[in-house]
């Protein structure tokens, strides 16, 4: 049975920074396009970043770019999102998505076979 775990999301002031985690039980992830959608409440879920199965494509929403990483650890079946910078803004829930379409110009959750519960970030002003 597939499990996707989102982890590291907190509360943090304005200006900080987080790394999330996302791991998988009953697959490996490397095999995937991996990626990190958030919703916020009253928004609709948005892309955040993705990375391909090779690491040779990644995707930023323009609102995080220069700001999040997106990154691998294939030994340790895990994605990670480092944040740094955070605003107000990026307050929301974080969720990891597997077999998504990851492009460099867009990401596409229609083809997910896989989410992860999600993970709460909260930053404060």
């Known amino acids: 049975q597939v499990q996707v775990v989102e982890s590291g999301g907190d509360l943090v002031q304005a200006g900080g920074s987080l790394r999330l985690s996302c791991t998988a039980s009953g697959l490996t992830l490397a095999k995937y396009p991996v990626g990190w959608f958030r919703q916020a409440p009253g928004k609709e879920r948005e892309g955040v970043s993705c990375v391909d199965y090779s690491m040779t494509t990644t995707y930023y929403s323009p609102s995080v770019k220069g700001r999040f990483t997106i990154s691998r650890d294939n030994t340790n079946n895990t994605v990670y999102l480092q944040m740094n910078s955070l605003k107000p803004e990026d307050t929301a829930m974080y969720y990891c998505?597997?077999?998504?379409?990851?492009?460099?110009?867009?990401?596409?959750?229609?083809?997910?076979?896989?989410w992860g519960q999600g993970t709460q970030v909260t930053v404060s002003s």
């Open positions: 998505a597997v077999d998504i379409l990851c492009l460099s110009t867009r990401m596409v959750e229609t083809t997910t076979k896989y």
